[in-house]
C-alpha cells in the first residue's frame, strides 16, 4: 500500500518538474509515516527516484520556502540538497511527534550552503544541538535550545546589531546556567510593567547607523526575543 502510494506521488510529481519552469514560492517534504523512516529502503528509494527525477526535467528544486516534517537531521539533509540554492529564503523544520524531547543535531545541515542563504529559519518540536553562531546569519528565526548563558545572549546580541535587515529571533530554552549574573551584570534593564522578580526585562542597543535598535527581551515562560525595533527614548537606550 505504501509503495503503491509512493510510486502515485512520485509521477505526479515528474509530471509537475516537467512543465513548471518557475521559481515555486513554497515547497513541503512530510515524512510522517513509519515507512518513510530515514533509513528503511522505501525512503532510500523514494530520495534516490526523487533525485533522478530532478535530473531529468530541471536540476534541482526551485523554491523559495520549503518545509520539512521529519525524524532525523538527515532527511532535511536529502531534501536540502536536492535544492536550487539560490532562490531560497527560508528553511521550516518540524517534528511530527512534536513533543520538545528529541534531541535535533545540526552537524551535517550547518556544513550546507542552503544553511548559509537562507535568511528565515524556524525549527518546531526539537530540542536543538548546536553552536549559537550557526543562528547569527538569520533574520528571522524560531528555535528551541537545551542551553542559554551570557556568552551566548552577548555573541547573538553583537552579531544582531551588524545584521542588515535584521527582523526578530526567538529563542526558548530549557535552561540558563547563570541567569541571575545575566540580570546583574548584562546591562540596567527596562522593567515592563510592576517592579517584581519575575517580570519581562528588556534592554534597548543602538543599532549603529541606523533610526533603528536592538530589543532584547526576557521571557517569565524560559524564553528570550531579539528585535529590531524603532529607537526609544534615550534614556532607556544603551550605547555599545
Given amino acids: 500500500m505504501n509503495e503503491d502510494f509512493m510510486k502515485v506521488a512520485?509521477?505526479?510529481?515528474?509530471?509537475i518538474l516537467k512543465h513548471h519552469k518557475a521559481v515555486m514560492r513554497g515547497g513541503m517534504f512530510s515524512f510522517q509515516n513509519e515507512s518513510f523512516h530515514f533509513r528503511s529502503p522505501l525512503y532510500f528509494d523514494y530520495i534516490t527516484n526523487l533525485g533522478n527525477d530532478l535530473q531529468a526535467t530541471n536540476g534541482n528544486f526551485k523554491i523559495k520556502h520549503i518545509e520539512c516534517i521529519v525524524l532525523?537531521?538527515?532527511q532535511v539533509v536529502d531534501i536540502l540538497q536536492l535544492v536550487d540554492l539560490e532562490p531560497l529564503k527560508s528553511i521550516r523544520i518540524m517534528s511530527y511527534v512534536q513533543n520538545y524531547e528529541d534531541i535535533f543535531s545540526l552537524d551535517r545541515l550547518v556544513t550546507l550552503p542552503h544553511w548559509r542563504k537562507a535568511e528565515q529559519l524556524v525549527v518546531?518540536?526539537?530540542?536543538?544541538n548546536a553552536s549559537i553562531q550557526n543562528f547569527s546569519h538569520f533574520k528571522k528565526a524560531e528555535l528551541f535550545v537545551l542551553n542559554m548563558s551570557i556568552g551566548k545572549v552577548n555573541t547573538l546580541k553583537n552579531a544582531y546589531i551588524a545584521l542588515p535587515g535584521f527582523n526578530r529571533v526567538f529563542i526558548e530554552y530549557r535552561h540558563f546556567s547563570d541567569f541571575p549574573n545575566f540580570l546583574e551584570n548584562f546591562a540596567h534593564p527596562f522593567v515592563?510593567?510592576?517592579?517584581?522578580?519575575n517580570d519581562?526585562?528588556?534592554?534597548?542597543?543602538?543599532?549603529?547607523?541606523s533610526d533603528k535598535a536592538l530589543h532584547i527581551t526576557i521571557h517569565?515562560?524560559?524564553g528570550i526575543t531579539f528585535r529590531a525595533v524603532e529607537r526609544p527614548p534615550p534614556d532607556i537606550l544603551i550605547i555599545n
Fill in 10 to 15: 512520485q509521477n505526479d510529481l515528474r509530471d
Fill in 72 to 74: 532525523h537531521e538527515d
Fill in 124 to 128: 518546531s518540536g526539537f530540542i536543538v
Fill in 192 to 197: 515592563e510593567g510592576p517592579q517584581l522578580d
Fill in 200 to 209: 519581562i526585562r528588556g534592554w534597548f542597543f543602538t543599532i549603529p547607523s
Fill in 220 to 222: 517569565r515562560n524560559h
